[in-house]
């Protein structure tokens, strides 16, 4: 399996008060650590490694998990001392990626099969992947952010629209090649979202993957209310 790089920094500003004492990923699911959930999910498929971008109260997470033998798995770590955007706090561990990569968002949750993922990813041939799932119920309550082309490609990428061509949402599971590190400057605050995603698109280089689960995320009290629902059936 490729390398495993999960995002775990953000400041998660929805959730407060809970995370001016926690960091987001850390916020309770049924009472454990979503971060433990989202981890044992990916041991669950074979994923025994994973390199943690850790920001915002991340000392909370490295001391919970260590180096990750508590749990069965071996963790390592990227700190960043000032908050750099998802771009910047993936630049900053580029010495620890050693290959092309899966990255997932640590405050999302989606259970695919990972293997089938990077198999996929592998077949398209593009540069990027982006796991999307179609929610006309609006189950998710995630507003559709992703136009697919008819030949499977990400065409737009846009969180601010409503447009009706937005059917897809991203799922927060994506693959990449290592030289889309190349693509991000060094020491800046740097958006995936917003810089490197649409030069991917522009240049017909991130592929989607329509997953056929529904995502989950930890963004709102609510969102948590409809993950906990899931795991108790």
Known sequence: MMQCVILAGGLGTRLRPVTLAIPKPMAPVLGR?????????????GIVKALLLVGHLGERIMEYFGDGRGIGMELDYSQERELLGTGGALKLAEAKIGGDFMLIYGDSFLPLEYAEFE???????????????????????????????????????????????????????????????????????????????????????????????????????????????????
Request: proline share 5%; net charge positive.
């Open 33 to 45: 650590p979503f971060l433990l959930i989202q981890l044992e999910e990916l041991k669950r498929q």
């Open 119 to 233: 198999a996929a990813f592998r077949r398209a041939g593009c540069e990027g992947m982006m796991a999307v799932y179609r929610d006309p119920s609006g189950a998710t309550r995630v507003r559709g952010n992703v136009a697919l082309s008819p030949d499977g490609l990400v065409a737009r990428y846009d969180k601010a629209s409503a447009s009706p061509d937005l059917e897809w949402v991203e799922a927060g599971v994506l693959a990449f090649r290592r030289s889309v590190l190349e693509r991000i400057p060094a020491g800046r605050v740097v958006s995936l979202e917003r810089e490197v995603y649409p030069a991917l698109i522009r240049e017909r280089a991130l592929a989607g993957y329509r997953s056929a689960h529904r995502f989950f995320d930890i963004g709102t009290r609510e969102r948590i209310a409809d993950m906990e629902a899931w795991l108790r059936k």
